[in-house]
């Protein structure tokens, strides 16, 4: 290429080819785990770093062993979702405790830190826009402590949690699996609104990235068809399979699914017997070009019963 404008050019068709050839769904069987200065056992699902091409967020799984904790870093804005095992998050000095269920709205550049305090190993997702972050300059990441175990004297004097809010603006901080509230609106079998930014935000304020909802998609039923920028699913329970762009991807439980960036069509089929239950995550960025777009979000068709399209 002679000119800048006309490497822009080319980058407009090998970002568009990228994005049509690219996988769309993490396996959670084929993960690559390594240990990290933060974590003790880590692996990216949807990321850069595994081929896909994301609006600067990522989607990674780690595990804290029994006895354990994390390291102690900070960094932009952050969303954990609390797969197993039970313990405490010290954000900003205060504790908050986590279970099965819980999701964790860490704001942006506060230290913070997870403590296995139970029996079983505790797995956790968490959602990050450290790329996007990096990439313009805002990113920074800093390891206050390394991941370790835990030190008894330390634990003991760890004082009990005081509340589920944060004391600097009064935002919300964490919220159990049994405080998720069935929402009356739903395109789905059910939602629940989590930490928004669409739906009910329940005193979150998640700006970078947010665990926006619990979507359960009945059996043999359908979600709508619609198009929308960047948002994950992640399989908590049952199996299905969703056509983005016109490519049908089948995915299981454990699994995560890319709708990425661009406003591709979609739809999410659960042809089985038995409920399927999807955590959702959703990017800030993604409402920066909704505000640029003519149309920010499309539905195409609003049944969720199945038709003979399921059978195929
Ligand atoms: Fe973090
Ligand atoms: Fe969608």
Same mark, same amino acid.
């Given at each position: ?17 990228? #994005? ?45 062993? #029994? ?15 609390? $797969? ?57 990441? $800093? ?24 004391? $600097? ?58 198009? /929308? ?28 699914? /890319? ?18 239950? $999807? ?10 070009? #909704? ?22």
């Amino acid at each position: 290429m002679s000119d800048f404008y006309s490497a822009w050019l080319d980058r407009s068709k090998s970002n568009q080819k990228k #994005v049509d050839e690219a996988p769309r769904v993490a396996k959670s069987k084929d993960l690559k785990w390594v240990r990290t200065p933060q974590d003790y056992k880590a692996a990216l699902m949807i990321a850069p770093e595994t081929g896909f091409p994301t609006g600067g967020s990522c989607l990674m799984r780690a595990e804290i062993p #029994v006895g354990w904790h994390t390291g102690k870093h900070f960094h932009g804005e952050e969303a954990i979702y609390v $797969e197993s095992g039970e313990g405490f998050l010290i954000l900003d000095e205060k504790r908050y405790d986590f279970f099965p269920g819980t999701i964790l709205h860490i704001p942006y550049r506060s230290p913070h830190q997870l403590f296995n305090t139970g029996n079983a190993s505790v797995g956790y997702l968490s959602g990050l826009a450290w790329h996007l972050e990096a990439d313009v300059y805002m990113g920074k990441l $800093e390891q206050l402590e390394e991941c370790g175990e835990n030190d008894p004297n330390v634990l003991a004097n760890i004082p009990q949690e005081e509340s589920q809010y944060w004391p $600097e603006d009064g935002r919300r901080i964490s919220m159990h699996q049994q405080q998720h509230e069935k929402s009356g609106e739903s395109k789905h079998g059910a939602t629940y609104f989590l930490m928004g930014r669409s739906g009910k935000q329940n005193g979150f304020r998640a700006t970078g990235v947010a665990i926006s909802s619990i979507f359960v998609d009945l059996p043999h039923t359908k979600s709508h068809s619609h198009a /929308h920028p960047e948002a994950y699913l992640y399989a908590l329970e049952g199996d299905g399979y969703s056509e983005i762009g016109g490519k049908r991807y089948d995915w299981n439980q454990g699994d995560a699914v /890319h709708v990425p960036p661009g406003m591709l069509h979609h739809q999410h089929f659960n042809p089985f017997d038995r409920d399927m239950k $999807e955590l959702r995550f959703e990017f800030g960025v993604r409402y920066w070009f #909704v505000d640029q777009w003519k149309k920010g979000y499309t539905t195409v068709d609003k049944h969720l019963k199945a038709t003979t399209h399921m059978d195929d």
